[in-house]
C-alpha cells in the first residue's frame, strides 16, 4: 500500500521560509499530478499548488510570487518552497498524488499524506 511522507513544517516568524517535502512510501514507478493543498483552522481544505509529470504547474492566487513547487520524477518527490511566509499561510499542509503506476496497475484515485503543520507566528 502507498502512502505519502510529508516533512519539513514547522515554526516560523513572519517573512521566513520553509521547505516541505514529500515521497511515496511505496513502490511507485511513476505520477501524474503531485500536490500540495492546506486546511487552516475552521476552514475547507484548499489548493496550494499542483505540478504535473511534464513539469507545467498550477498555483492558487494566495501562493503566487511566494511559494514555488518543484518535483524530482527519478525519486518521486515533490517540494513546496515557500518565502514571505505570512501569518494567514498557517495552517496543515497536505501532500496529495492523482495518477500513478505501481509497476503493475496505474491508479487514478487521489492519496493523501497525514499532513504537515506549518505555523508563522512572531
Known amino acids: 500500500q502507498v502512502r505519502l511522507v510529508e516533512s519539513g513544517g514547522g515554526l516560523v516568524q513572519p517573512g521566513g521560509s520553509l521547505r516541505l517535502s514529500c515521497a511515496p512510501s511505496?513502490?511507485?514507478?511513476?505520477?501524474?499530478?503531485m500536490g500540495w493543498y492546506r486546511q487552516a483552522p475552521g476552514k475547507e481544505r484548499e489548493l496550494v499548488a499542483t505540478?504535473?509529470?511534464?513539469?507545467?504547474?498550477n498555483y492558487a492566487d494566495s501562493a503566487k510570487d511566494r511559494f514555488t513547487i518543484s518535483r524530482n520524477n527519478a525519486e518521486n518527490t515533490v517540494y513546496l518552497q515557500m518565502n514571505n511566509l505570512k501569518p494567514e499561510d498557517t495552517a496543515v499542509y497536505y501532500c496529495?498524488?492523482?495518477?500513478?503506476?505501481?509497476?503493475?496497475?496505474?491508479?487514478?484515485?487521489?492519496?493523501w499524506g497525514q499532513g504537515t503543520q506549518v505555523t508563522v507566528s512572531s
Open positions: 511505496g513502490r511507485i514507478f511513476s505520477i501524474n499530478i
Open positions: 496529495s498524488v492523482e495518477g500513478y503506476y505501481t509497476g503493475t496497475y496505474y491508479y487514478t484515485d487521489a492519496i
Open positions: 505540478i504535473d509529470s511534464s513539469g507545467s504547474t
